[in-house]
């Protein structure tokens, strides 16, 4: 499928998707998984992060998907003592075997400029303890498999990946285990080895600081398992970036078979708001709609989004008979009243507007399908913008100006049509570039209606006389 088949196919499951069927999910073993193979797919989860349920949320989808690529090995999560109880039952219904292992501390996170995020990633070495499997293939929650990748377990003692042209990634990497490589690791480790970021991808790096030098890995055909140090082929570990610039799949070397996204935190592909500023996200979402679909999220979104519909319902009753103007806000004689400058007013509308698209984007449940987080927020920001509009006598068009020009940019981005990652950029630029005249001009229409308003409700309550008394630059109010 070329790529323009493949984004309209995407496009038609997004359809299918909020269509309704959004409760499915996979059916797991009813009890904790046993080793039942000679190797392994590993992935570690630990907790005191601001996003541990959307990594275990990854690490489920991940796993999973493995699981229907039909690996011929087991599926094990290296799981700290403090993982909830609940998903450790989950993740054994899964199928998935659970090692409970003590943090390891890290001592590079009393350097200065220590990125505290990294505190707990050196748990990922204790993949050298999974002793009973000859091989293991250690992994990031962040990976798509595109592909059964069983033949990296013929690789040798350690494997990896060098997305960058100095620096191998250990996103995915191949081990095998070793308890006597683990004792030596935590001793490097306690002595303050030569450590880049302080997370086990600078510890690792430092430790095989040879491996660039190594053989590319190609596996036997007779099935054997090969001795020493390799280089991965970059297919193993696609970086998404690469997708951003040419807005294709393939990589022109390697199998094409791991997908990964190696950017910022909260760019990661199951976040929401992600897509479409990353396009493959979408991919990771057919994944967990054929995994553990979303069913645990949907109450939620079900009553977020009656919420949304009651407060618009309720905000057009409200006011409707009632002078609407201020919010309840009347003019009074000076001595009855306290002085509210007209600009006073208008930053409290700008804060109100600049609130109503801010409250939806964290009200939104971070990991749902992009399109449904998307849809929850646009209705989100509309149902306020519709409480602004009637307690405050706006003017629709330009009130909603900036709601219109988010829905916009959403398509300029999604665009399924564009020739490379350059145009696309350019297009969205342009974009941005047309639609600022219109925002500015909205804010200016809002900030006129404001004026107006109080001109006229200066007319409403001081009667005909109030030109002579009233100054736009002072007016005397008082809440009711």
Same mark, same amino acid.
């Given at each position: 499928?070329?790529?323009?088949?493949?984004?309209?196919?995407?496009?038609?499951?997004?359809?299918?998707?909020?269509?309704?069927?959004?409760?499915?999910?996979?059916?797991?073993?009813?009890?904790?998984?046993?080793?039942?193979? *000679?190797?392994?797919?590993?992935?570690?989860?630990?907790?005191?992060?601001?996003?541990?349920?959307?990594?275990?949320?990854?690490?489920?989808?991940?796993?999973?998907?493995?699981?229907?690529?039909?690996?011929?090995?087991?599926?094990?999560?290296?799981?700290?003592?403090?993982?909830?109880?609940?998903?450790?039952?989950?993740?054994?219904?899964?199928?998935?075997?659970?090692?409970?292992?003590?943090?390891?501390?890290?001592?590079?996170?009393?350097?200065?400029?220590?990125?505290?995020?990294?505190?707990?990633?050196?748990? *990922?070495?204790?993949?050298?303890?999974?002793?009973?499997?000859?091989?293991?293939?250690?992994?990031?929650?962040?990976?798509?498999?595109?592909?059964?990748?069983?033949?990296?377990?013929?690789?040798?003692?350690?494997?990896?990946?060098?997305?960058?042209?100095?620096?191998?990634?250990?996103?995915?990497?191949?081990?095998? #285990?070793?308890? *006597?490589?683990? =004792?030596?690791?935590?001793?490097?480790?306690?002595?303050?080895?030569?450590?880049?970021?302080?997370?086990?991808?600078?510890?690792?790096? +430092?430790?095989?600081?040879?491996?660039?030098?190594?053989?590319?890995?190609?596996?036997?055909?007779?099935?054997?398992?090969?001795?020493?140090?390799?280089?991965?082929?970059?297919?193993?570990?696609?970086?998404?970036?690469?997708?951003?610039?040419?807005?294709?799949? =393939?990589?022109?070397?390697?199998?094409?078979?791991?997908?990964?996204?190696?950017?910022?935190?909260?760019?990661?592909?199951?976040?929401?708001?992600?897509?479409?500023?990353?396009?493959?996200?979408? +991919?990771?979402?057919?994944?967990?709609?054929?995994?553990?679909?979303?069913?645990?999220?949907?109450?939620?979104?079900?009553?977020?989004?009656?919420?949304?519909?009651?407060?618009?319902?309720?905000?057009?009753?409200?006011?409707?008979?009632?002078?609407?103007?201020?919010?309840?806000?009347?003019?009074?004689?000076?001595?009855?009243?306290?002085?509210?400058? #007209?600009?006073?007013?208008?930053?409290?509308?700008?804060?109100?507007?600049?609130?109503?698209?801010?409250?939806?984007?964290?009200?939104?449940?971070?990991?749902?399908? #992009?399109?449904?987080?998307?849809?929850?927020?646009?209705?989100?920001?509309?149902?306020?913008?519709?409480?602004? *509009?009637?307690?405050?006598?706006?003017?629709?068009?330009?009130?909603?100006?900036?709601?219109?020009?988010?829905?916009?940019?959403?398509?300029?981005?999604?665009? #399924?049509?564009?020739?490379?990652?350059?145009?696309?950029?350019?297009?969205?630029?342009?974009?941005?570039?047309?639609?600022?005249?219109?925002?500015?001009?909205?804010?200016?229409?809002?900030?006129?209606?404001?004026?107006?308003?109080?001109?006229?409700?200066?007319? =409403?309550?001081?009667?005909?006389?109030?030109?002579?008394?009233?100054?736009?630059?002072?007016?005397?109010?008082?809440?009711?």
């Amino acid at each position: 499928m070329d790529r323009m088949s493949a984004q309209m196919a995407r496009l038609a499951f997004c359809i299918f998707l909020v269509a309704g069927i959004c409760f499915s999910g996979a059916n797991g073993a009813a009890s904790p998984a046993k080793q039942s193979s *000679k190797n392994a797919y590993a992935t570690m989860m630990y907790m005191g992060t601001p996003r541990d349920y959307e990594f275990y949320v990854a690490i489920r989808v991940m796993l999973l998907s493995l699981i229907r690529l039909k690996v011929d090995a087991d599926l094990l999560v290296i799981a700290s003592k403090d993982v909830p109880q609940n998903w450790i039952r989950t993740l054994h219904e899964d199928g998935v075997i659970v090692k409970s292992v003590e943090n390891i501390e890290n001592p590079y996170s009393y350097r200065q400029g220590f990125n505290k995020r990294f505190t707990l990633t050196l748990n *990922k070495l204790y993949a050298w303890t999974l002793v009973d499997y000859e091989r293991v293939v250690m992994l990031d929650a962040d990976n798509l498999f595109l592909q059964n990748t069983d033949e990296l377990f013929q690789c040798g003692q350690f494997c990896a990946t060098f997305i960058n042209p100095c620096l191998f990634h250990t996103g995915l990497f191949v081990l095998q #285990p070793s308890e *006597k490589v683990f =004792r030596r690791m935590l001793h490097e480790v306690s002595s303050l080895r030569s450590n880049r970021d302080g997370a086990d991808q600078g510890f690792l790096v +430092s430790y095989f600081d040879d491996l660039l030098d190594r053989p590319m890995f190609h596996p036997p055909v007779n099935g054997s398992k090969l001795d020493g140090l390799y280089r991965l082929p970059l297919g193993y570990q696609m970086d998404a970036s690469y997708f951003y610039l040419k807005l294709k799949w =393939r990589v022109p070397c390697g199998p094409n078979s791991v997908i990964t996204f190696p950017s910022a935190p909260w760019l990661k592909p199951w976040y929401w708001w992600s897509w479409p500023v990353l396009p493959l996200g979408l +991919s990771w979402h057919e994944q967990r709609f054929q995994t553990i679909g979303y069913g645990a999220e949907m109450p939620l979104i079900l009553l977020e989004s009656l919420f949304y519909l009651v407060t618009m319902a309720v905000s057009i009753i409200a006011f409707k008979g009632f002078h609407p103007s201020l919010s309840k806000l009347c003019l009074m004689k000076p001595e009855q009243g306290f002085l509210l400058y #007209p600009n006073s007013l208008k930053l409290l509308v700008l804060t109100c507007m600049v609130g109503s698209y801010l409250l939806p984007f964290f009200l939104v449940p971070r990991t749902v399908h #992009p399109v449904i987080g998307w849809g929850l927020y646009l209705l989100g920001s509309m149902s306020f913008g519709v409480v602004l *509009k009637n307690a405050f006598l706006l003017p629709a068009l330009p009130l909603f100006t900036p709601w219109l020009g988010i829905f916009g940019s959403l398509i300029a981005m999604a665009f #399924p049509f564009y020739s490379n990652g350059i145009v696309r950029a350019l297009s969205v630029g342009a974009y941005a570039f047309l639609a600022a005249p219109f925002v500015w001009w909205a804010l200016t229409k809002v900030m006129s209606a404001l004026d107006t308003l109080v001109e006229r409700e200066a007319l =409403r309550v001081w009667g005909a006389g109030a030109s002579s008394k009233f100054e736009p630059q002072s007016l005397l109010m008082k809440v009711c």
